[in-house]
Nanobody, 125 residues
Framework: QVQLVESGGGSVQAGGSLRLSCAAS????????IGWFRQAPGKEREGVAA????????YYADSVKGRFTISQDNAKNTMYLQMNSLKPEDTAMYYC??????????????????WGQGTQVTVSS
């Protein structure tokens, strides 16, 4: 069974940093499209960042570009999201997702087949 487990969430002040991790079992991150999504209360789930681990291309939502960095460690079968300069509007449940597509939109949550249960990120002002 495919399992994705997120970790690294927590509460930080605006301007702080967090590093989220997503460990996979039953699925190989290498040569696939994987990503991070988030959902705030009352809001739709939105794509944050994605990576095509085969080609190396990365994709970011405009709201996080320049602040967040997605990466993966194939040896550990783990994906990361480095989140810097956090803002209160970044507050959300963050989800790891796998088995997406690089085209037409790798930040479309409906294109992904596997999901973790999420880790909460709260940014206070």
């Amino acid at each position: 069974q495919v399992q994705l487990v997120e970790s690294g969430g927590g509460s930080v002040q605006a301007g702080g940093s967090l590093r989220l991790s997503c460990a996979a079992s039953g699925y190989t991150f290498a040569s696939n499209v994987i990503g991070w999504f988030r959902q705030a209360p009352g809001k739709e789930r939105e794509g944050v960042a994605a990576i095509d681990t085969g080609g190396g291309s990365t994709y970011y939502a405009d709201s996080v570009k320049g602040r967040f960095t997605i990466s993966q460690d194939n040896a550990k079968n783990t994906m990361y999201l480095q989140m810097n300069s956090l803002k209160p509007e970044d507050t959300a449940m963050y989800y790891c997702a796998a088995d997406g597509v690089s085209w037409p939109n790798p930040l479309d949550p409906y294109e992904y087949n596997y999901w973790g249960q999420g880790t909460q990120v709260t940014v206070s002002s």
